[in-house]
């Protein structure tokens, strides 16, 4: 990642790094009026699904004097956060409506790139509790939960089915196993076991973190403190190292971002993907309609533990229109629209009625899975300088995965870089 926050960190280290000193202290922005209507723009990454300007198509039907332009920023979701600040920084007026990955807020609300939102105005409530939690920083608002994630383990059924294996994996040995039975089959021939996403991007930091996790360690404590030097967090980095040694994981699969493991199981090259829930419509429309399923994340003794995912929609300090962007967030994030991006996108929703939904769950079986990979999600980091900590983890697993460094070596690295990061 090549934006850098720590000077703009450093002179936040007297009221607290991290997202755990709560509490409103003296030094807290005065609460913002929202104010002005007229055109906005909502910043977010390339929709893959195609179901964003639709959304906005409603909007703008319905206000057009309060249109909503989509500005696309990349799919890598570190340079879609380089690109929010910069325009932060510039304090540019061109973007309104931020879409910030939930381990976003607490940096974007210390810099005071984001405004907060009153409270009042939405149905938190209604939400899952983990969830919501993504979106505070020292007891405010400042953004309001869009969509959930939580990582599944999508797998063939069809081939598990003929190789005789009964079940999904529970535990990274069950998969390996089933994996060697399936690839016995003349059909299976020239597949690989698994793949995530391995490329040295965000996904890396999620990937390694519910390697870590769900091996019994933690990358950090519940205040922010590094703890990522341990023999628990190394059996997690060796299933990830040992994987790409013995083929279990692809050489190729050092490349891969979200869209390149999508593609490759479509392809017929995987039994097993780790991926987020947007894939299981996609996957739907491909070569393996109804020739997969999803279960939990397997672990080292059992299931394992996914990174908690999603986006939260935020209003940019330097924007015009606030009380157009206050009413564009409500509509966005919605019951209803967001059950629409469920329907339509397998985007997991913040609202648990929709999990439990008996008409949603008989369309897409996958949501009590889902519900329970939310709530038994472990989330990344949550510190203010953000930016440098997921550098850091990206750069020492990198390096792990490609043999440039023993696992030991480079969790020992990570250690001294993290708590140098978070002491800035």
């Given at each position: 990642?090549?934006?850098?926050?720590?000077?703009?960190?450093?002179?936040?280290?007297?009221?607290?790094?991290?997202?755990?000193?709560?509490?409103?202290?003296?030094?807290?922005?005065?609460?913002?009026?929202?104010?002005?209507?007229?055109?906005?723009?909502?910043?977010?990454?390339?929709?893959?699904?195609?179901?964003?300007?639709?959304?906005?198509?409603?909007?703008?039907?319905?206000?057009?004097?309060?249109?909503?332009?989509?500005?696309?920023?990349?799919?890598?979701?570190?340079?879609?956060?380089?690109?929010?600040?910069?325009?932060?920084?510039?304090?540019?007026?061109?973007?309104?409506?931020?879409?910030?990955?939930?381990?976003?807020?607490?940096?974007?609300?210390?810099?005071?790139?984001?405004?907060?939102?009153?409270?009042?105005?939405?149905?938190?409530?209604?939400?899952?509790?983990?969830?919501?939690?993504?979106?505070?920083?020292?007891?405010?608002?400042?953004?309001?939960?869009?969509?959930?994630?939580?990582?599944?383990?999508?797998?063939?059924?069809?081939?598990?089915?003929k190789a005789g294996v009964t079940r999904p994996p529970a535990t990274w040995g069950e998969m390996t196993a089933a994996c060697a039975k399936v690839k016995r089959l003349p059909e299976a021939k020239g597949m690989s076991c698994y793949a995530g996403q391995f490329q040295?991007?965000?996904?890396?930091?999620?990937?390694?973190?519910?390697?870590?996790?769900?091996?019994?360690?933690?990358v950090t404590d519940a205040n922010g403190t590094p703890d990522v030097d341990t023999p628990e967090a190394k059996k997690g980095l060796d299933f990830l190292v040992g994987s790409f040694e013995d083929g279990t994981i692809p050489k190729e699969a050092v490349t891969y971002?979200?869209?390149?493991?999508?593609?490759?199981?479509?392809?017929?090259?995987?039994?097993?993907?780790?991926?987020?829930?947007?894939?299981?419509?996609?996957?739907?429309?491909?070569?393996?309609?109804?020739?997969?399923?999803?279960?939990?994340?397997?672990?080292?003794?059992?299931?394992?533990?996914?990174?908690?995912?999603?986006?939260?929609?935020?209003?940019?300090?330097?924007?015009?229109?606030?009380?157009?962007?206050?009413?564009?967030?409500?509509?966005?994030?919605?019951?209803?629209?967001?059950?629409?991006?469920?329907?339509?996108?397998?985007?997991?929703?913040?609202?648990?009625?929709?999990?439990?939904?008996?008409?949603?769950?008989?369309?897409?079986?996958?949501?009590?899975?889902?519900?329970?990979?939310?709530?038994?999600?472990?989330?990344?980091?949550?510190?203010?300088?953000?930016?440098?900590?997921?550098?850091?983890?990206?750069?020492?697993?990198?390096?792990?995965?490609?043999?440039?460094?023993?696992?030991?070596?480079?969790?020992?690295?990570?250690?001294?870089?993290?708590?140098?990061?978070?002491?800035?």
């Amino acid at each position: 990642m090549t934006t850098r926050t720590t000077a703009r960190a450093t002179a936040l280290a007297a009221t607290g790094l991290l997202l755990t000193a709560c509490g409103s202290g003296t030094g807290e922005p005065a609460k913002p009026s929202f104010e002005g209507r007229g055109p906005i723009t909502y910043v977010a990454g390339k929709d893959t699904t195609g179901t964003v300007q639709p959304m906005l198509d409603r909007w703008n039907k319905a206000h057009p004097k309060e249109k909503v332009t989509f500005i696309q920023l990349p799919t890598d979701a570190d340079a879609q956060r380089q690109q929010m600040i910069q325009n932060a920084e510039t304090k540019s007026d061109a973007y309104t409506v931020l879409s910030l990955d939930v381990v976003w807020t607490s940096e974007f609300a210390a810099h005071r790139w984001i405004e907060q939102l009153p409270q009042k105005r939405f149905p938190l409530g209604k939400m899952l509790k983990p969830v919501v939690e993504t979106s505070r920083y020292r007891g405010g608002l400042y953004a309001v939960p869009s969509s959930s994630d939580g990582g599944m383990l999508y797998y063939r059924t069809d081939l598990l089915r003929k190789a005789g294996v009964t079940r999904p994996p529970a535990t990274w040995g069950e998969m390996t196993a089933a994996c060697a039975k399936v690839k016995r089959l003349p059909e299976a021939k020239g597949m690989s076991c698994y793949a995530g996403q391995f490329q040295k991007y965000e996904g890396l930091t999620v990937n390694f973190a519910e390697a870590v996790h769900s091996a019994g360690g933690r990358v950090t404590d519940a205040n922010g403190t590094p703890d990522v030097d341990t023999p628990e967090a190394k059996k997690g980095l060796d299933f990830l190292v040992g994987s790409f040694e013995d083929g279990t994981i692809p050489k190729e699969a050092v490349t891969y971002q979200e869209e390149d493991g999508r593609q490759a199981f479509q392809a017929g090259k995987l039994v097993f993907l780790r991926n987020w829930p947007y894939m299981y419509s996609l996957a739907q429309k491909s070569g393996v309609e109804g020739k997969f399923a999803v279960a939990p994340l397997p672990g080292l003794n059992g299931p394992g533990s996914s990174s908690l995912g999603g986006h939260n929609m935020a209003v940019s300090t330097s924007a015009r229109n606030k009380a157009t962007a206050l009413d564009f967030i409500e509509f966005m994030t919605s019951e209803e629209n967001t059950g629409t991006f469920l329907r339509d996108a397998s985007l997991a929703p913040p609202y648990a009625s929709l999990y439990d939904d008996k008409a949603l769950v008989g369309q897409y079986p996958y949501l009590p899975v889902l519900k329970e990979s939310i709530l038994r999600a472990v989330p990344r980091p949550r510190v203010v300088p953000y930016g440098d900590v997921t550098s850091a983890v990206q750069q020492e697993t990198y390096a792990a995965l490609n043999g440039e460094k023993s696992s030991a070596r480079a969790l020992k690295d990570l250690q001294k870089a993290l708590r140098k990061a978070v002491a800035r």
